[in-house]
């Protein structure tokens, strides 16, 4: 006996002005899940307030399934198991991401120039790489970035103007260590802020064991203070320590 598809009613917000971007998410979760969906759009904001209204919910899309109202579109992911993001939840993927990108950009940038892979200098190309990437994310939003920062630099809270200086000392650190030039300016500029954020995170975590969250990709990170923020500091110390031995 052939079986009778699975049928799903959607209703979503489609504006000349405005295409809710859950709407199409819906759209195409129902279709992945092998529904024929009935696709009700909702082509002005008179007409989805008064949807709303009927069935007595705050916002659209909603979805229904034989006749159940299932809900938006994080209610339509836990319908089908998918996971659902909390909202505050950390998450370690922007420093995945990041620090991924960085050791791809030394490795391609290592084979281009020997048609090979040098360990060294690729390892000191992805530190300089991160180190400027880390850097770019604290810049987007400086103000919101002293904000987290202060929450535990020990430098930072002595003289508030540090705050705003860390994010441009990095950067230009990882500049010039990806240039190899000036490592009179580059050395001391990372092994300072590295040192001093080392242990400005190791005292307000494994010390006094609060409970922060990194500033190390910006004033709007879900990451949690420790490892991630620890090992960006460790990581520019030792390369700066390590270019420092290598110019004796």
């Avoid at 360990?119 to 300089?128: E, G, H, K, N, S």
């Avoid at 970035?145 to 950067?171: H, I, K, M, Q």
């Avoid at 969250?213 to 520019?236: Q, R």
Wanted: proline share 4%.
């Amino acid at each position: 006996m052939k079986q009778l598809p699975k049928r799903a009613v959607l209703y979503r917000m489609v504006m000349p002005e405005h295409i809710c971007p859950y709407g199409l998410k819906s759209l195409d979760l129902l279709k992945r899940q092998g529904y024929e969906v009935e696709d009700h759009h909702l082509t002005s904001h008179a007409m989805t307030e008064v949807f709303k209204k009927a069935e007595g919910v705050k916002t659209t899309p909603q979805t229904f399934i034989e006749g159940r109202r299932i809900g938006g579109h994080d209610d339509l992911r836990a319908f089908f198991d998918h996971p659902v993001k909390a909202k505050d939840a950390v998450s370690y993927m922007p420093v995945v991401a990041l620090f991924g990108m960085a050791a791809a950009l030394a490795l391609a940038i290592s084979w281009d120039e020997v048609g090979g892979l040098l360990l060294v200098q690729t390892l000191q190309r992805f530190v300089a790489i991160a180190m400027c990437l880390l850097a770019l994310q604290k810049l987007r939003d400086v103000e919101s970035f002293s904000t987290l920062f202060l929450n535990y630099d020990l430098l930072a809270r002595r003289w508030v103007r540090y705050a705003y200086l860390y994010p441009f000392a990095e950067g230009l650190a990882g500049l010039l260590m990806l240039a190899d030039v000036a490592p009179w300016l580059s050395v001391p500029l990372a092994l300072f802020i590295g040192t001093v954020g080392a242990v400005s995170v190791i005292k307000a975590v494994y010390v006094d064991k609060r409970e922060l969250k990194c500033a190390c990709v910006g004033g709007d990170s879900a990451v949690p203070l420790g490892f991630v923020s620890l090992t960006e500091n460790l990581m520019m110390a030792a390369m700066a320590l390590w270019m420092a031995s290598r110019a004796v």
